[in-house]
């Protein structure tokens, strides 16, 4: 447990934090033999309010999760396949997945765990959505925690245009 607090509770602090809060938990581990349990019955229970604590602080722990990296809605009357290939700003392929969407289906795809490290929040990717192997858009953005991709196939306001990519922020 004390290794899991530790990775958990250091992300964003300086390296004397990372240093010091192992020994600060051992400190508080050392005193919890037999005798020491007869004194104090509910350390166990305040350990773990000092734990709770140092991590609701943090705000790794203390925010929602991020939004989705992006969602797709199928507006048609017809099932559609729709292939979304993600890079980051090295090219390097991050994902690619190849979705059927129903008849007014929403698929989403949630955004990985460095979205809620501060300092690692914000990435620049390409999205490249290709429909029915047909229709390709390339979309770049830099994705943050709080905003989405989002893929509308067959749009009532997407006129001519089969395929709509935009963004939102919340």
């Known amino acids: 447990m004390k290794d899991l607090v530790c990775r958990e509770v250091v992300v964003g602090r300086g390296s004397s934090y990372a ?6 938990i051992e400190n508080r581990l050392e005193g919890t033999g037999e005798e020491y349990e007869e004194k104090n019955p509910d350390w166990k229970h305040s350990f773990s309010d000092i734990v709770c604590g140092v991590l609701r602080s943090h705000s790794l722990f203390h925010c929602r999760p991020p939004t989705p990296l992006f969602t ?4 048609d009357t017809e099932v559609h396949e729709l292939r979304v290939e993600v890079f980051d ?3 390097n392929s991050v994902l690619d997945e190849t979705y059927e969407l129903a008849p007014d289906e929403r698929i989403s795809h949630p955004k990985s765990f460095r979205f809620r490290v501060p300092g690692f929040e914000i990435m ?3 999205f490249k959505f290709t429909l029915d192997g047909r229709i390709t858009e390339t979309y770049s953005t830099s994705v943050r925690p709080w905003n989405t991709v989002e893929v509308e196939l067959y749009a009532d306001y997407a006129e001519g245009r089969p395929l709509s990519v935009g963004e939102i922020t919340v």
């Open 72 to 75: 797709a809605r199928n507006h």
């Open 89 to 91: 700003s090295e090219n």
């Open 19 to 24: 240093e010091e809060l192992p020994a600060m």
């Open 124 to 126: 620049d990717y390409t």
